[in-house]
């Protein structure tokens, strides 16, 4: 065990952009609404509009936001750690030792978001994939520095680390 502490160096969640079209069929689910409750006549039929309407807000706003919010990938000195999940979690963790290989895919919307896979190959048949990453090349980059212990960048962070207080994090690449 080393005794240098575990420190985060960054928490990633999918991109953003995923929550778009939830977000515009959420405006147009409030404006539809409303124009039915004003046009339409009977008391049953304003409830039909409303419950659907809120099925609607509940199941293509809702649960899209839960499930990019419970999504998330952390980057520490030590391991990558994935947690997804609803209703049920799971968590995936990775030791930086363990890792061979990073690399990027992105796809043509990724890439004009600067977005993409970071896929962490540990030489065995699994892949370890951070999905949509904002900024892939750098979560890459700092994937690369943390799984060489030999790079200026990694001997630099340790001693940071061993140079800071108790319970501070210290970003990758200074303070």
């Not at 404006?31 to 039915?36: D, E, L, V, W």
């Not at 409303?50 to 649960?63: P, T």
């Not at 750098?138 to 108790?166: G, I, K, N, T």
Request: glycine letters at 8%.
């Amino acid at each position: 065990m080393s005794d240098v502490p575990e420190r985060v160096v960054a928490r990633v969640r999918r991109h953003a952009r995923v929550l778009a079209l939830p977000a515009v069929l959420l405006i147009a689910v409030a404006g539809a609404t409303t124009y039915a409750v004003g046009v339409l006549d009977e008391a049953w039929q304003v409830l039909a509009a409303l419950a659907g309407a809120a099925l609607l807000v509940v199941l293509g706003c809702l649960l899209p936001f839960l499930a990019w919010l419970t999504r998330r990938a952390t980057i520490t000195t030590r391991r990558v750690i994935l947690r997804h999940g609803v209703f049920s979690r799971v968590r995936q963790e990775l030791l930086n030792s363990r890792g061979t290989d990073v690399d990027v895919r992105a796809g043509w919307v990724q890439s004009m978001f600067g977005s993409g896979d970071v896929r962490i190959n540990t030489g065995h048949d699994r892949v370890l994939v951070i999905k949509d990453a904002p900024r892939a090349e750098l979560v890459q980059a700092a994937l690369q520095e943390l799984m060489d212990p030999a790079s200026p960048a990694a001997r630099e962070h340790r001693r940071a680390m061993r140079e800071a207080p108790d319970g501070d994090t210290v970003s990758w690449g200074g303070r």
